[in-house]
């Protein structure tokens, strides 16, 4: 019903609210699911974006019943969602639940999960539109994206509506399993169908910073080789590998943040500006900074692994302590680099980029660097009091932006202090920031793919990881070489001190 | 803590303002929020008010006219720090409450004008029907980028809907009535297309919603549906040709809500515009 259609349409602020479907999580009784997933979706609930004929089907290996299931989500809402709990508002969800306890490759069990699909067609009205989530290893990957493929034309997968499938990463471990991966998945589904989750990209502040870059009439034009002297980005978590170490030892630093949000951040703060918002207006530009990002070699790449020492004043253990990891463990937890965007607008500006665990505290920041003032006419006075303007972006935690001025100190003579500005984006805007996965989940629902990552993308990306990698095979380093709680290694602060430069002052 | 001025000065207002913004809590502004209050509407805009600074950082002016009272100015000045969550910052709004005494009263322009923030946008949330002639009215009319009213407070209508058409080259209007009845229109436009052949629409609530609805049909499908309206407080019942309109779903708008969602609008709406010209 187009507003051409229907005047009346014209001027009503109508939400975007999908259209029915059925949610299908794959791996319904993991952490992902408890933590997230169903906050987020509680979170839709109460703001009624949910479609208004909507179920939900849990289906992982642990044998519970459908109330169990519910209980437990119901749970893990209480514990973990922004809103505060309303049964009203969770009985909306709850009335649409359904788990089937099965192994991902039992006909049996996909039969279940099937005939559950039809029943809430009928019961709900979900009319044949599906959403499936793989909350799952990738190892159970295949098995689910094949079998949902030969279940799709069939009569028992019911045809008549849309599908989407939505993906979490790690999206493959290296260039060729993800191509295969994308093979698998482009035999039973359409690259519009797929939506691969980097869970930054749901992040407010990560698409504020388009708005910051593209809504700015003062930043494009200085946003260059010209004014710009270098671009730091940090991924920074002072926490360890937790319960995550199984993946975490064949992943590590480099596939676990590298390859995804750090790449992912460094295209959106290079990428030209887009001709219009849309999915694959936004993807062309950022998948074209990846295409230019330069193939670098092993001097500008940086691996670290924490041993043991003080995070915020209590001792933690060194990484191959933690448990389920191997004692002698290689694994690096600590990564940095130095990249260049080899085009017209970035040629010879280094971005440095870092990621860690057990650092010295959580953030995500990025921090353009502009040029020093060609000429202060007061420099012996400001001596080294008088540093570059840095225009930082909090992605998290404390949302906003900061510019770093020069200003003058009261008092006789001039004397030179660098102060920030702020923009605290919660300060602004006191609405309370959705979570990303709200979002994310959202806009998979309703068909928009500008949030998640293209398969070319991912390409990209893990073309230049598979050459750090393939460099790495060819040395060995003295792991541990950080203490937990630091900065990561010596070694990360060299490779920005070789240039002259240094890592923000925290 | 807040301070209470006086026969005071607008200078010593920003000295009072800074002095309380001495906390350390960032201020933080995404406007100037003016608010017209006559003595009778004080209570109610006060109440209305109440969190809203919290959810739209801003200079709020409150301004109440006296002009039965010897010639001055009075003024409570406040800054109100909020925590910022997720974070262990916080922010500062500002309110200032100013009683225009005497000849003052009828120059809210020249008090406003010094107080504004620099290139933020100014709304003005106007309490009760503007005597149109008035030149309180024609100053803050220049002044402001948006005019909030809620002509459902009027008691003149419809007739009162003519000098607001008059205005809307001028500045940009919100109304209250109008977006309380946003979730009613949607119903009706769910209605398409069978609506088209609307001869009757009845109307239980505020005269002001049912007059806006009547305008907003005749304006969008080209008719002159006949509006039977009986009076209500609240918008509760909606019919078409004898058939009643499924209600919205959900609790009805707050007068802060609704408010609220007015101070994040910023241009024109001809959709409005032209209902209240056919209403």
Not at chain 1, 111 to 130: C, F, H, I, S
Request: overall charge negative.
């Amino acid at each position: 019903m187009s507003t051409v259609q229907n005047p009346l349409l014209e001027g009503l602020k109508l939400r975007r609210r999908p259209e029915p479907c059925a949610l299908v999580i794959f791996g319904a009784s993991g952490d992902l699911t408890a933590r997230k997933l169903f906050p987020a979706l509680y979170a839709l609930a109460v703001r009624r974006l949910l479609p208004e004929r909507f179920g939900v089907i849990g289906v992982a290996r642990t044998e519970q019943t459908t109330e169990q299931w519910a209980a437990a989500m119901e749970a893990a809402v209480k514990e973990h969602a922004r809103d505060e709990f309303d049964d009203s508002v969770w009985a909306t969800i709850a009335g649409g639940l359904r788990y089937v306890a099965t192994d991902f490759a039992d006909d049996e069990g996909q039969d279940a999960v099937a005939a559950q699909l039809n029943e809430l067609d009928e019961e709900r009205g979900t009319e044949g539109n599906r959403v499936y989530y793989m909350a799952v290893p990738p190892a159970a990957f295949e098995t689910i994206v094949n079998e949902l493929g030969e279940r799709r034309d069939s009569a028992e997968g019911g045809a008549r509506g849309w599908t989407r499938l939505i993906v979490e990463k790690p999206f493959g471990r290296d260039r060729a399993s993800a191509q295969a991966l994308n093979e698998t998945l482009l035999c039973s589904f359409s690259e519009a169908e797929v939506f691969r989750i980097d869970h930054y990209l749901g992040k407010e502040t990560v698409q504020n910073m388009l708005a910051l870059r593209f809504a700015n009439g003062i930043f494009e034009p200085i946003w260059n080789r010209q004014f710009i002297d270098h671009v730091q980005i940090t991924v920074s978590e002072s926490i360890g590998v937790g319960g995550r170490a199984g993946f975490y030892e064949s992943a590590g630093a480099i596939r676990d943040i590298f390859q995804n949000h750090l790449l992912q951040l460094v295209a959106l703060t290079a990428m030209e500006p887009p001709i219009d918002f849309t999915a694959d207006s936004v993807r062309n530009e950022k998948v074209k900074v990846l295409r230019s990002l330069h193939t670098p070699g092993p001097k500008s790449f940086v691996r670290g692994q924490y041993g043991a020492g003080l995070v915020e004043g209590v001792e933690v253990p060194g990484y191959r302590e933690e448990e389920g990891v191997d004692p002698d463990s290689m694994t690096e937890t600590f990564v940095a680099a130095k990249l260049y965007v080899d085009n017209w607008r970035w040629a010879d500006t280094p971005f440095y980029v870092r990621a860690g665990k057990r650092l010295a505290r959580r953030e995500t920041t990025i921090a353009i660097q502009f040029q020093r003032a060609p000429h202060p006419p007061f420099a012996e006075i400001a001596g080294d009091g008088l540093r570059p303007n840095v225009l930082l972006i909090h992605v998290q935690p404390d949302e906003g932006v900061s510019l770093a001025i020069g200003a003058k100190v009261p008092g006789q003579g001039m004397s030179i202090r660098t102060v920030h500005m702020d923009f605290l984006y919660g300060g602004a805007f006191r609405t309370g920031l959705p979570e990303a996965y709200e979002r994310l989940i959202l806009d998979a629902m309703l068909g928009d793919a500008t949030l998640f990552t293209r398969a070319d993308e991912v390409d990209e990306q893990w073309a230049l990881v598979d050459t750090v990698i393939a460099a790495w095979q060819r040395d060995r380093p003295v792991f541990p070489n950080y203490e937990a709680g630091t900065w990561g290694p010596r070694s990360s602060d060299e490779l920005i001190h070789r240039d002259g430069r240094s890592w923000r002052r925290h | 803590m807040a301070q209470t001025l006086t026969n005071t000065t607008l200078a010593a207002v920003e000295r009072a303002l800074n002095e309380e913004r001495d906390g350390g809590a960032q201020r933080t502004s995404v406007m100037t929020h003016v608010v017209w209050a006559p003595p009778a509407w004080l209570e109610a805009a006060e109440r209305t008010l109440a969190g809203l600074s919290e959810r739209h950082p801003s200079r709020t002016i409150l301004l109440t006219p006296a002009p039965r009272r010897k010639g001055g100015l009075d003024a409570v000045v406040d800054v109100r720090e909020f925590a910022v969550e997720g974070s262990s910052r916080c922010i500062a709004s500002e309110v200032v409450e100013l009683t225009l005494k005497g000849a003052r009263a009828k120059a809210p322009g020249s008090i406003v004008t010094p107080l504004l923030i620099t290139d933020l946008p100014v709304f003005c949330r106007w309490r009760g029907e503007p005597d149109w002639e008035s030149p309180e009215l024609e100053q803050l009319v220049t002044l402001v980028d948006r005019l909030v009213v809620d002509s459902s407070e009027w008691k003149g209508l419809p007739g009162a809907y003519g000098p607001l058409a008059g205005l809307f080259d001028r500045v940009a209007f919100s109304d209250i009535a109008w977006t309380r009845t946003e979730p009613w229109r949607a119903a009706l436009a769910a209605l398409w297309p069978d609506i088209r052949r609307i001869e009757r629409l009845e109307v239980t609530g505020p005269q002001a919603d049912a007059l806006l609805l009547a305008g907003w049909l005749r304006s969008r499908l080209r008719r002159r549906p006949e509006l039977v309206h009986r009076r209500a407080k609240t918008l509760r019942r909606l019919a078409v040709d004898g058939v009643p309109v499924e209600a919205p779903p959900g609790e009805p708008a707050t007068a802060s809500d609704l408010l609220s969602q007015q101070l994040d609008v910023f241009s024109r709406d001809p959709v409005y515009e032209a209902a209240v010209t056919a209403a």
